[in-house]
């Protein structure tokens, strides 16, 4: 049962006097002068003591306690402590030892006792006892990131929790009495909060799991277990006074702060710093690339300047991460890597690999030539692979070769690539469902996952409904089911939104130099829980008090990004899961909505090894729960996004978001029956590698990290206690229900955006509140006070207006809603986050609409493009690229910035057809992107350039060439400096209009004679190809793989033979080589005349 705190110290006192516990005799007589330490964990000797800076990184002293044997008496100890500033918080650590005390407990040798203090305390003397070890414990996450007036002042608010007196006499309850703690002392364990015999001593209390050495983890859970959301860090954004700005980042280059310190290089990519929440005016960061690098931008800055040098930061409501991203200018790429691109056909086994020949010209050619040692990158049987080649069979429909693991180093020499992307619900493939579902320790019913449609395409909506019939609704309205039994049922929706980074740089010589992946996900889950009876779970597999079970995986669509020409392939994917645990004595029903958004990056540098950032937003608003008798239940429900790279591993981050109910009798109220009953809140993410293909992902990539799995933070708050009384009334309760605004909008937008959110008086009294937040003319909340009655609720209404605004920013504010007067101790501050990330106009990507080449010399193209009328203001210019290798314009997220990317032209936001030249002679892909006032950028689809396919044919008449054509009536068109023969074939028909028409020159009466003939075939009035011989014949025929070749029939003497080549445009009548040749013109058969 949860340790209940009251201010009742007589009932305390006497009660815990009473009590068997870790009693002794007094602490008098102890040596107290200066920088004497103690060990009273119960009573230590022998054990290890290090003093270390917070994040145990740097060490200042160490010793070990006395055994009596050195001048100091048994469990003292004394270190120098001159080294750290005075004011600085250490920690100190004792590890080891025996217990001398009467309780004679058996200590591990690994077992860690906690201490925190300042190196003025220190040097004063302390004790580390079961006190300070909770201390340090619970603060532990948040004095480590946040600034040091307002870590003492949050160590300072735990010991007023957990102490009812002063223990020192100087006259006031703070840290300093913590550190004055000693378990030996009757005063001291009847001046705590809480009965001492709770914690200690018997084999399943605190002190003794810390003294066998349990895991750090397992003790979070017990005082978890222990003391909830009393001693929670919910409030971590209320109670500071500063912010903690974490700057991080990838690449070669710097970062200043304002104080010209750097904040990042490639030695040192994280840096933390923090600023005050009363600051008026905006702090800068500002970047320098080295020299063969530039900006490639920032993340988590209010405003960035037009060069990109300048970051600035203007809110400092809450902590913040500010990421910079530099590249180098430079791409090298070896000389023997080979692109196959995608959707290739064939078979895979351990170590040989065999491809179908491919309808496409090039990548034909590019396996026919294939040759060992080559690296080569593709996608066969959607499988993405990179590896090297070792020796090469062809079989004429197919090459086969055999193949080791290539690795990215292999392939790029210098170089970085990036990609970025917001998922939405087009890009979900497939729900895949668990082929059987898990067994499960009690009745959790069988649910199905629905994609619902959503008004905002960056959402991807889902329904969570049980598949049982027969359910009767619990609450009003039906979105809670009980079914009868043990059984626990939940339901609900959940909205997810996916957000991923991936950034790799390489380096002449040393490989991968900088390496990041960043996802992150929101999600909005409105969940019910309902359960009856007598139950509680049992432990899972990992030993876990958790039912957590997959409902689904939202399967995303496979991308990739490029550096140069080489794809890097990413395979992201959604798993959404749903869970209960807990134990129940009654009736429990639970409603709440909860929004959790986690951003995790993974960083990694040569030189500084790797680095983890995250950050993490929560709201909870839960509806007054249906309850009767004793519980502590939780439901979960979340998204897990994981993001796999070639197929082999990548990072998962595991997020739990819940709430929670606990309700028990208070034994020490006045009233013999008194149901108190408490709504907790809490999130917990960690970021994982998730494999698939083991140690090979790292040899692709280049690198390996030291911890496969890093905490990236827990959080949890009471948000809300209620007290039922039955001989009196029960002071008031503010129970706050709804949400924030957390919204993306376009420059320019004039429309509200309005969130309801209600406050409840769920207790007995009368409740007075008043919301606080930054005022200014974009944000309006209205009432903003008042006072209600005992079941009283009052409706807010939340409103941001951008007032039409074009300037690109990110707003943020916090509306806090206070209860004036006394509260439930213990209970969190209500907040509700305002975010609105005010973004460019979004304008669609042109359309082409005509685009064909010229065989002129040299070569042009007519292009023609259209674009959506209401993105015309916001356009600046067009901008066209070219590219001759067809893996590259296979790519779905074309990067121009990539060298293989040549810019042809530029033309004005009004322009909307061009003819351009300078084309080259081979076959060329086209891309045309707009470029919008603020600088975004969409693009057309990749389209290649080929010559109009003419439905028509030249012929000489008496007024001189035409161009004949066909479209239910003929029309003839003069043309000049056409070429031509005066033997056509009328080619393919489609419906009445023939097409594919080639012509050739022969003698008048077509078929019969030796004169006329020649070696050149014409269409649309121009020469495409020379054959190895006269022509008596030409086609153009379409194989079952979908190429087009041309056929031509020749003569020599007595003797017709058939050849084909592929159908492009050539003056040559060489034959085919596979090396020198692969385009040349193939003999298919050879017959004699009779």
Known sequence: MPIRFSSKFLVLLIFSLMLPGCRGNSSSGLDDSPGISNAFFLKDTGGDVVITDLSGTRTYSQTMVSDGTDGLRPSQWKVDATEPQPEELVVIKVTG????????????????????????????????????????????????????????????????????????????????????????????????????????????????????GASAEDLDTEIENLFGGNVSLAQDETISSHVGITVVGFGAGYVLDEHGERVYEPADIKTRFHVSKNRSNSYYLAAYPDSDSQILGWNGCDRVSADMTRCELETFLRDRVVEINFGYKEVSIAADYVGLGEGLSGEVTQDRITVDLPSDVTMKNRLINLSPGNKVSLIINDKPLLVSVQDVINHGDSVEFGYGQATLTDVVKKGTGTFSKAYTADDVESIEYPVTPSAQPINLQPYKLLVQPSSDPSVIGLAIEPTASGSTP??????????????????????????????????????????????????????????????KTRKDADGNDVIRRRLGRLNLGRTSFLIDFVPVYLKPYVDVYLGANGQVSGQLGLKSSMESSVFAGLYYSKEAGFEYSSGYNSDWSPVKPIIEGQARFRMYAGAQPTVQIYDLMGPTIDIQGYSETRSSYDLTSECSESLKYGIYAGLESVLKWEATGGEKFFEVVGFKPDDLRVSLGMKEGKIFENKINTCGPAPAAMLVNGNGISETIEEGSTEDIVRAISIENAGQQSLTWRVEYQADSYLAVYPDDGELAPGETQTLLVTFNNLGSREIREYRNIVQLSQVGEASPGTAVPFRRIDVNVVPKKISAPEIVEAFRRSEDPPTADIEWSVDPADEPFIQRFDVYLTQDPVLAQQKENNHENA???????????????????????????????????????????????????????????????????????????????????????????????????????????????????????????????????????????????????????????????????????????????????????????????
């Open 97 to 212: 030892g025996e217990d001398i005390s009467n309780e004679s407990l058996a200590v591990s040798e690994g077992a860690q006792r906690f201490a925190i203090a300042s190196a003025e305390d220190l040097r004063k003397g302390i004790n580390v006892t079961p006190m300070s070890d909770l201390v340090w414990r619970i603060s532990s996450a948040y004095v480590r990131r946040s600034e040091r007036s307002d870590s003492v002042n949050y160590l300072n608010y735990l010991a007023d929790l957990f102490l009812n007196g002063d223990l020192n006499g100087d006259g006031v309850v703070t840290y300093r009495d913590v550190l004055d703690f000693n378990p030996d002392d009757p005063r001291h364990t009847a001046s705590l909060a809480f009965d001492f015999a709770t914690v200690c001593c018997d084999s399943k209390s605190y002190v003794e799991r810390v003294l066998s």
């Open 474 to 535: 619990l609450f009003e309205d039906g979105n809670v089911w009980e079914v009868g039994g043990e059984a626990i049922e939940l339901s609900g929706s959940l909205d997810v939104q996916f957000e991923l980074d991936v950034s790799a740089s390489y380096e002449f010589g040393e490989g991968l130099k900088f390496f990041k992946v960043s996802p992150s996900i929101s999600n909005e889950a409105n969940i019910t829980v309902s359960s009856t009876g007598s139950l």
């Open 900 to 1090: 293989a990317w040549k810019k042809l032209a530029e033309f004005g936001g009004a322009q909307r057809a061009a003819t351009v030249s300078g084309l080259p002679g081979e076959r060329v892909f086209l891309s045309i992107q707009a470029i919008g006032t603020k600088g975004q950028v969409v693009q057309a689809k990749t389209f290649e350039l080929k010559e109009r396919d003419d439905h028509g044919l030249v012929a000489r008449t008496a007024a001189g060439a035409k161009f004949l054509t066909y479209d239910g009536g003929w029309n003839a068109t003069s043309v000049e400096n056409a070429t031509f023969g005066n033997i056509d074939w009328k080619g393919q028909y489609i419906g009445d209009t023939p097409t594919k028409i080639l012509s050739w020159n022969g003698p008048s009466s077509r078929y019969f004679g030796e004169e006329g003939f020649s070696n050149e075939i014409y269409k649309g009035g121009k020469l495409i190809a020379v054959a190895p011989g006269s022509v008596h014949g030409a086609a153009i025929l379409v194989d079952g793989v979908g190429s087009e070749w041309l056929v031509a029939m020749v003569n020599e003497s007595y003797t017709d033979r058939l050849f084909a080549r592929p159908n492009t445009l050539s003056g040559s009548a060489a034959l085919y080589d596979p090396v020198t040749n692969p385009e040349g013109w193939r003999e298919i058969l050879s017959r004699a005349r009779s």
